[in-house]
């Protein structure tokens, strides 16, 4: 890996992260587990959380901080923690119009730097947000309702995983042609035709980042540092309810931008109050080229039907299922599941919804298992995981928003069907003031229309569904069908069946999911690794892109030819 760094601020960064480059490099390559970040909170120090938890506190009850930052001088906040906690955190508001100028004034200069100078800034900004990780988990744990383990790693290391991975893949494809390449044609007996042949990269233009209220940096860094790294300015605007993280990331940005020599409105805050109309009126703005946005289909399929102007990367809604045909570890399995759909509250994307189980009952190692043992098993099992209050909220979170709420309500009011596990409230022992549910299981069957227009909907939160299904044939077809029409980003199986795996391998193929199969320890189907697993496919409804491929960042910049006889 070469380039010119002219730069004299940079050259000292590129020197610094050169080696992490190089190993982000090879480990995309390799697709083994690989991060510089880690994931454990000891490896902080001793007074890591500490000093997390006052830097974080220090941050409550005050106007958020962003030097040179555009503002018409208004002030907008409202972020509730959903563990009680008071935040009464404002920001620096500002128009579209100041905030679009200010991004294209920074423009050339980030546009004139190489690839590689724009790869360092960026992992220098990555390790000072690493550096950070406890304070960084607080505000994940306190705009999101994530138990602090879960948002201290998602929110933490592994965001930075998956930052670092877009940076990694947009310096590969920049950098897949030659700066310069000496072209000769021979002609025979006459002279040769020789010319000299210039390849330069020249980003797209303005990145706009719609952020989520669930995973704010971990779902927000792919394409904010996809755009960066490929030399676009980012105009961030947050989920209203979760502006905090990807604040402190603006700030980090800003900083490290400006002391590189860089003008720091190349990173800019969108924020505004919840139940603005900011992200759809800057969505649609002709300078907007580039979008990346999580959340609802309705509003994912309105960006990519009205703004036109931008190539737009989405990841909506899902009907997530799990097929069980047989199992060789049915204790194994049902701890597997019963973690799975506990984990965040089934606040993920990634989160199993439907279980799909024969009829006719599956076999295990156990001996034959009906359907009803198989549901009254699962069940069991995520009672025991969760019995111990302090221990379910460790593993639970909080509810982040009342639709959540809702659902949960819904499963226990039988709404959706008979219950095979009612939810019930968790006292948090350290937050009392926090809304915790565990999960419900509901009982339907496929092939009635009532229960069919229930589990093919998406149903967000801790609410599971077991469908009994004819055979296990035909809980192929639906999780295929499912799939194409719904959209899913994850899909499993459990089978000892070398024809069965088979036909789940065509459907996960053919449908376009990501599939996990016999997952009995210590991972599970809501989990994904940078440098290694994919996140989305970009083959089916829920998602039209993927963290991270060479597609999610080849088209953030395009290359430009000039070429003159030599």
Not at 328 to 334: I, N
Not at 413 to 436: K, M, N
Not at 522 to 529: F, L, M, S
Request: include cysteine.
């Amino acid at each position: 890996m070469s380039a010119a760094v002219t730069h004299p601020l940079v050259s000292e960064l590129v020197e610094r992260h050169q080696a992490t480059l190089d190993a982000a490099l090879a480990a995309a390559a390799d697709r083994d587990y690989w991060s510089p970040y880690p994931e454990f909170p000891k490896a902080y120090g001793e007074s890591g959380p500490a000093d997390g938890k006052a830097a974080f506190d220090a941050l409550l009850g005050k106007p958020f901080a962003l030097e040179g930052h555009p503002t018409d001088g208004d002030q907008v906040g409202g972020e509730a923690s959903p563990y009680g906690v008071e935040l009464g955190i404002t920001y620096p508001h500002a128009d579209p119009d100041s905030l679009i100028a200010a991004l294209a004034a920074a423009r050339p200069g980030w546009a004139a730097a190489s690839p590689l100078e724009r790869a360092a800034v960026c992992l220098e900004i990555l390790h000072r947000i690493n550096a950070r990780s406890h304070e960084f988990a607080q505000a994940v744990m306190h705009t999101t309702g994530q138990a602090y383990g879960m948002a201290f790693q998602a929110g933490g290391p592994h965001a930075q995983d998956r930052g670092l991975e877009a940076v990694t893949y947009a310096y590969a494809e920049q950098t897949r042609l030659p700066a310069r390449a000496d072209w000769t044609k021979p002609q025979g007996k006459r002279d040769p035709l020789v010319m000299t042949k210039e390849f330069t990269v020249v980003p797209r233009g303005l990145a706009l980042l719609i952020g989520c209220n669930t995973f704010p940096t971990w779902n927000g860094y792919p394409g904010l540092f996809a755009s960066l790294a490929t030399g676009n300015p980012v105009l961030v605007k947050p989920h209203a309810r979760a502006v905090l993280p990807l604040a402190l990331t603006v700030r980090t940005a800003r900083e490290v931008l400006a002391e590189a020599g860089y003008d720091p409105n190349l990173v800019c805050l969108a924020a505004e109050h919840d139940g603005g109309t900011v992200a759809a009126t800057l969505a649609v703005r002709p300078e907007i080229k580039m979008i990346d946005y999580t959340g609802s289909t309705a509003f994912g399929d309105w960006l990519e039907e009205n703004a036109k102007q931008a190539q737009v990367y989405t990841e909506k809604a899902g009907v997530n299922a799990v097929l069980i045909d047989s199992t060789d570890d049915y204790k194994g399995m049902l701890g597997n599941l019963a973690f799975a759909l506990s984990l965040y509250s089934g606040q993920m994307c990634t989160t199993p919804q439907n279980v799909l189980i024969p009829r006719g009952g599956i076999s295990t190692d156990q001996g034959d298992k009906t359907y009803d043992e198989v549901v009254a098993d699962l069940a069991g099992a995520i009672e025991g995981l969760l019995s111990d209050d302090a221990r379910a909220a460790a593993i639970l979170g909080a509810v982040v928003n009342p639709g959540v709420l809702q659902r949960s309500a819904a499963a226990a009011g039988g709404e959706y069907g008979e219950l095979a596990l009612a939810p019930r409230a968790v006292t948090s022992p350290d937050f009392p003031g926090a809304t915790v549910r565990t999960p419900a299981l509901v009982k339907l069957n496929a092939d009635k229309p009532d229960d069919r227009s229930v589990f093919r909907s998406e149903c967000f939160g801790p609410v599971s569904f077991a469908v009994a299904v004819e055979s296990t044939a035909a809980g192929v077809e639906l999780l295929r069908t499912t799939v194409r029409e719904k959209g899913a980003m994850t899909a499993s199986g459990y089978t000892t069946s070398p024809e069965v795996e088979a036909l789940l391998v065509e459907a996960a193929l053919d449908s376009g999911v990501s599939l996990s199969l016999n997952l009995t320890g210590g991972v599970y189907p809501n989990q994904t690794a940078a440098f290694s697993d994919l996140h989305g496919t970009g083959a089916n409804p829920a998602a039209n892109s993927a963290y991270c491929d060479g597609a999610f960042v080849a088209n953030r910049f395009r290359t430009v030819e000039i070429r003159r006889h030599r």
